[in-house]
């Protein structure tokens, strides 16, 4: 073997995930076709729960940095600092059950940066130049072809993209919808009468009064519009802005071209054998509401202890199952949202008509709140195969504040670089500690922000498995997930 686990691609899931699996004990390496991955402009944000993972992972301050710059810019190109559902640009964040929990806004080229700077940190390797064009998998592992070269390992991780080869060549089903929009998008000046933004017969023209300038709708898949993946000139452009809105403009700049539709297709399993797909790779969808990344990196998280506690034959294989089956839900719920977003920007008296209603319904701060957390999957929850106590148990735990014995304040995420699972105990069920030596960290605490939130067990990717006082449970979420604990503990 040359390494524990491949990852094929290094978009921000492939770093992330390498960076994951190193972090907790399989050596991985990852193959990159392109020279210089960190180009792509897509994504401008990572969303909530991402945010808090790579918070626990000690990049807050990096990520942080980028914030300020990226809500700007978000403001200037919609025209609102507010989120939006299907382009009504209504969510307040401060309407949200958990107020403090917020959307990072980052580039997706400095995302890339500082995820390869923490995975090169860790000490992956990133083959770049490596197109992945073939594999054999075998009862002992995978043997992966890039150009002349050959690679073994023991798993292959396909973090390749919407168009993944791994998922091709491993035979992963992809069922989905076709698009029903399709989305001309780029930074221009435009010359000449400038029209208005909003909504038009056959689609949305957006302008957000910088240079940020879109055009989304059926109209946009007609055969005259930009091809996917094909070059599009100032010209296409201006025919573009004609074409949805009816307006002659000419385009005097043009930086960022993007043609992207907005087909939902998911991986029916993210696991064949040996073989396992995350991030785009194995979920596509249109990038409304900005969660691609928030669904990738998370898929990423859930998989990367996962398979480093088989690869280091710590746990049995079928812990991998539960990767499907935590993260496929997950998938569904965005490609249903997106799906329910297309809707609502697809032209049409109709579909004006439901957006007005829509729009009304989010003046009710109920609404709003469920939209924002629709969005933001902060209530996700897994199930978990023994009793689940507490609110917080299931889901991803926010970054809680903690006070020590010693009266010490700090946060949850400042002990969690580790990549272990962690044990926090306050003083009445301290003794519960003995049934876990050396299986998890354990952190004895004073208090914790949160009433709900006393004695936890947490994941290393962030999910509360136990909460409260109950023994036998513990035992079982530590057996569950980490393996044996101690027999003379109870
Ligand atoms: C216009 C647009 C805006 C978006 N905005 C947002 C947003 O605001 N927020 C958000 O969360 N998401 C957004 N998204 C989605 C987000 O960009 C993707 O979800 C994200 O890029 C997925 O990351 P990934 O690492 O899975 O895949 P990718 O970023 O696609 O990376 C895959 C990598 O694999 C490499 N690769 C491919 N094939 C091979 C091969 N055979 N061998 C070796 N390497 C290979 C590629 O070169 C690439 O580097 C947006 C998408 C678009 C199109």
Redesign the pocket.
């Known amino acids: 073997m040359d390494t524990d686990v491949i990852v094929?691609?290094?978009?921000?899931?492939?770093l992330f995930l390498a960076a994951e699996l190193e972090l907790t004990g399989a050596r991985t390496i990852v193959?990159?076709?392109?020279s210089n991955?960190a180009g792509?402009t897509?994504?401008?944000?990572?969303?909530v729960l991402a945010g808090e993972m790579l918070t626990r992972r000690g990049l807050g301050a990096r990520i942080a940095e980028a914030h300020a710059r990226g809500l700007e810019d978000f403001a200037r190109d919609h025209g609102s600092p507010l989120g939006h559902f299907a382009a009504i640009h209504k969510l307040d964040p401060g309407l949200t059950a958990e107020p403090d929990r917020r959307y990072t806004y980052i580039w997706?080229p400095e995302l890339t940066s500082v995820l390869a700077a923490h995975a090169a940190e860790l000490g992956v390797s990133v083959h770049t130049g490596?197109?992945?064009?073939r594999f054999e998998s075998d009862v002992d592992g995978v043997t992966v072809h890039a150009g002349a070269r050959r690679f073994r390992a023991g798993y292959l991780v396909g973090?390749?993209?919407?168009r993944?080869?791994v998922r091709k060549l491993a035979g992963f089903d992809f069922p989905g919808t076709p698009a029903l929009l399709r989305t001309v998008?780029g930074r221009a000046r435009l010359d000449g009468e400038v029209p208005a933004t909003g909504r038009y017969d056959t689609g949305t023209f957006m302008h957000g009064g910088g240079t940020a300038v879109g055009m989304v709708g059926t109209g946009e898949l007609d055969a005259a519009a930009p091809a996917l993946d094909g070059p599009v000139t100032a010209d296409d452009m201006a025919a573009s802005v004609r074409r949805v809105t009816g307006a002659d403009v000419s385009i005097t700049e043009l930086h960022d071209v993007?043609v992207?539709a907005d087909r939902a297709r998911q991986a029916s399993t993210y696991r064949i054998g040996r073989v396992l797909l995350a991030?785009?790779?194995a979920h596509i969808h249109s990038?409304s509401g900005?969660?691609?990344?928030?669904l990738?990196l998370m898929d990423a998280a859930n998989l990367g202890w996962k398979l480093a506690a088989v690869v280091k034959g710590e746990r049995p294989e079928a812990l991998l199952d539960t990767y499907t089956t935590e993260r496929h839900p997950a998938g569904e719920a965005v490609l249903r949202n997106t799906r329910a977003q297309s809707a609502l920007l697809a032209p049409g008296p109709h579909v004006d008509a439901l957006r007005e209603i829509v729009a009304e319904l989010m003046d009710l701060p109920e609404a709003n709140r469920y939209f924002s957390e629709l969005l933001s999957a902060v209530n996700l929850r897994y199930d978990l195969p023994y009793p689940a106590e507490g609110e917080l148990t299931g889901r991803h735990c926010p970054d809680l504040e903690l006070v020590g014995d010693d009266g010490r304040a700090s946060r949850l995420s400042e002990h969690t670089r580790t990549g272990r699972g962690l044990l926090l105990l306050p003083p009445p069920v301290r003794d519960l500690a003995a049934l876990a030596p050396g299986l998890v960290d354990v952190l004895p605490v004073a208090k914790t922000s949160r009433d709900d939130a006393g004695a936890l067990l947490l994941r290393p990717d962030g999910v509360v498995a136990w909460s409260g006082s109950d023994r036998e449970t513990l035992r079982r979420a530590l057996e569950t997930w980490f393996g044996k604990t101690s027999p003379g503990a109870m």
């Open positions: 094929v691609g290094a978009g921000p899931v492939g193959l990159e076709r392109l991955p792509e897509k994504a401008r944000g990572i969303g997706q490596h197109e992945v064009t973090c390749d993209g919407g993944s080869s998008a993007r992207f991030g785009d790779a990038p900005g969660q691609g990344l928030n990738g």
